[in-house]
Each structure stands twice: as C-alpha cells, then as structure tokens.
C-alpha cells in the first residue's frame, strides 16, 4: 500500500515536502518514483530513487525537487523547491515500473499559486 501526504496550496517560490508511507512489502529492496499529472494532461515522471537512496530527475524538477527516503520507517519522501505554477498536479508515489506507473497510491494534490 502507498499514501502520498503533505500535498496542499502553496505561492510560486514556495517550498513543499511530500510524504508516502508504504507498506505490505519489502520497501528497501524497491526502486521507487514520483510521478505527478497535472490538470488536462498526462502522467509525467519526477524522479526515481534507487534502494540505496541514488536517484534520478526529469529535466522539468531538476535541480527544485529532492527524492529521499528513509528504509527504517518505510517512507519515500520528495521535497519541493522554488515551485512553479506549472507544478500544479497530483503528485503519486509508485513502484518504478515505466512507463504506465500502474502500481501507485491514491495521490495528494499540489497547487501552485501565482
């Protein structure tokens, strides 16, 4: 089971950090993403964090959003920076299993106010 938290509205510039607590599997042996999709569009990867906490960025978050994740407690975490409106979606943790991300959690909305 994946629960995305800490979603809400916040000011173009404006800091974010998201929260997916897991469960019902093996958390550290798992690759895991970020994926977001915004109003009207379709899902676009963030990020994937290896088990080792090594990750990966798509050009869009690069160098704004962080992916971490702590093994012990079973929560894969993404903080966001200097967002944009263009940030505006609903923010997804899944198993990294591209391109569809079929397997992810209901999902908390992000809302970038200008």
């Known amino acids: 089971q994946l629960v995305e938290s800490g979603g809400g509205v916040v000011q173009s510039g404006g800091s974010l950090r998201l929260s997916c ?6 958390f550290e042996y798992h690759a895991m993403s970020w994926v977001r999709q915004a109003p009207g569009k379709g899902l676009e990867w963030i990020s994937t964090i290896n088990f080792d906490g090594s990750s990966l960025y798509g050009d869009s978050v690069k160098g704004r959003f962080t992916a971490s994740r702590d093994n ?22 899944a198993f990294n299993e591209p391109p569809h991300y079929t397997s992810r ?3 908390t909305q992000v809302t970038v106010s200008s």
């Open 21 to 26: 607590h897991t469960s019902g599997f093996v």
């Open 72 to 93: 012990a407690e079973k929560v894969l975490y993404l903080q966001l920076n200097n967002v944009k409106t263009e940030d505006t979606a609903i923010y997804y943790c």
């Open 105 to 107: 959690g209901q999902g």
